[in-house]
């Protein structure tokens, strides 16, 4: 079986974070999204396992960070995702159809799990693949799915008997089902083929302006000519980091399981409270100031006369004189006199005496 992770696009929902780096290189919880993914691939997929990530944003930077970290585990390997234009210098690309599609070259034959890194399982893959090994041969694959309040944001699953999908809709205009497809999806080797077939037909096709390519509308092909495709509808809570109203949940989840860390004990807390749970990272200095619950601080971060709550804070970031709750702060921000919730601030900016 081989692991198949699209990784190329350029985080849209993210911004302005992913201007300077790649949505999975978000931390969160002290690590990036994608090091939470592959930790737990790693529990659940044998050393010597091929993984093929589809690159495209940031390409070098992801490639050698993942070669780095996770290829005394796996053979790692990749493939570009051209994009098909750029809007305000970052790119566009064909969709997730067009990124499963190139992943033929190398799986060929074999099995295929597809794991989408910017949603990230509470626990880890195993029971949606213990499902999907109990359902052989019955069943041509197993897709995660998880009952959502905005299914228009997400590709949606109608099921009848046994939990067998009757269709799939990307991102319906109207209701459908809140059923949405989160996380993974594995398929047999046979279905596997079948989708690489539907995926050329589908892929021939010129793009109407704005439009991509979608993956859901091969496997709905594939549904309707009687492969059974099973949803299932996981007790493992799946955390999505696709957008920056989700990115804030997903750390409180996290930050709920991992409890408090205090930036392995060389975190220098002078005159503040500390309210779990929070990560706090390494080389961090915070004095006279009220931190959490629920807040993910990074390395290297200076927070003087701060009071913080549900805050994701960047690497480098040095923050002064900042009462704010509900905000995300990217690397090597500096802000200084600032009374307001919800900051949204990309990396490397600066902000001083505002008040609102």
Not at 34 to 52: C, K, S, Y
Not at 57 to 71: D, M, P, T
Not at 177 to 184: P, V, W
Not at 296 to 313: H, K, N, P, Y
Request: charged residues 25%.
């Amino acid at each position: 079986m081989w692991i198949v992770s699209p990784i190329a696009g350029a985080g849209k929902g993210l911004q302005p974070f992913t201007f300077s780096k790649p949505k999975a290189f978000i931390k969160i919880a002290g690590k990036r999204i994608i090091e939470h993914v592959m930790e737990r691939l790693m529990r659940n997929f044998p050393a010597g396992t091929d993984i093929l990530f589809i690159v495209g944003h940031k390409k070098k930077q992801i490639s050698e960070f993942l070669v780095e970290n996770y290829s005394h585990h796996f053979n790692v390997h990749f493939i570009e995702q051209e994009p098909i234009g750029y809007r305000a210098d970052l790119p566009m690309f064909a969709g997730l159809g067009q990124a499963i599609y190139l992943a033929r070259k190398f799986v060929k034959e074999d099995s295929m799990f597809v794991v989408l890194a910017d949603q990230v399982p509470v626990m880890d893959y195993s029971k949606i693949l213990g499902e999907f090994n109990k359902a052989q041969p019955k069943v041509g694959g197993v897709i995660n799915v998880q009952k959502v309040k905005t299914p228009e944001h997400y590709g949606i699953v109608q099921v009848g008997e046994n939990n067998n999908i009757k269709c799939l809709v990307e991102k319906p205009t109207n209701f459908i089902s809140d059923l949405a497809i989160l996380g993974a999806y594995v398929f047999n080797a046979k279905t596997t083929a079948n989708i690489f077939e539907k995926l050329a037909d589908i892929t021939r096709v010129p793009l109407q302006n704005g439009k991509e390519y979608r993956f859901t509308d091969a496997i709905h092909k594939v549904v309707l000519e009687g492969t059974l495709i099973e949803a299932y509808l996981s007790s493992d809570e799946i955390l999505d980091f696709d957008h920056l109203e989700t990115l804030l949940e997903g750390n409180r989840r996290l930050l709920e399981i991992n409890h408090t860390d205090t930036g392995e004990s060389n975190a220098q807390i002078e005159e503040s409270i500390i309210i779990p749970p929070v990560h706090i990272g390494k080389n961090v200095v915070i004095k006279r100031s009220k931190v959490g619950p629920n807040c993910s601080i990074g390395d290297d971060v200076t927070l003087e006369e701060c009071v913080f709550s549900d805050a994701v804070i960047g690497d480098g970031a040095e923050l002064r004189r900042v009462i704010s709750q509900e905000s995300v702060i990217g690397d090597n921000v500096v802000i200084d006199n600032l009374l307001k919730d919800n900051i949204m601030i990309g990396d490397d900016s600066s902000v001083s005496e505002m008040n609102h």
